[in-house]
Nanobody
């Protein structure tokens, strides 16, 4: 069973940058697809970005060109680099470890979440 711990959240001004980290332990990190979700107050949780085990990435439209997901398999860590942050990006960010089973994405683990607040 994989365990995930996020870090890197905080308060940032609009237009600023943050890098979130997701450290994995307890299983073979490189076999997992990794994802970043977020949940803003009063809103549903949404998928922000994913990266497959071989490095293919995908993003929700609202963060394309601003956010970059990456992974370092040697460090068992996934990252979310967030640039040009907007107040609408304020949310708790969660990372996930996922597999595809019979064509269906299955989340094996969630991190505890890290709060990102974008405000002047």
């Amino acid at each position: 069973q994989v365990q995930l711990v996020e870090s890197g959240g905080g308060l940032v001004q609009p237009g600023g940058s943050l890098r979130l980290s997701c450290a994995a332990s307890g299983s073979i990190f490189m076999i997992y697809n990794m994802g970043w979700y977020r949940q803003a107050p009063g809103k549903q949780r949404e998928l922000v970005a994913t990266i497959t085990s071989d490095g293919s990435t995908n993003y929700v439209h609202s963060v394309k060109g601003r956010f970059t997901i990456s992974r370092d398999n040697a460090k068992n860590t996934a990252y979310l680099q967030m640039n040009s942050l907007k107040p609408d990006d304020t949310a708790v960010y969660y990372c996930t470890a996922e597999k595809v089973v019979a064509g269906v994405r299955v989340v094996d683990a969630w991190g505890q979440g890290t709060l990102v607040t974008v405000s002047s």
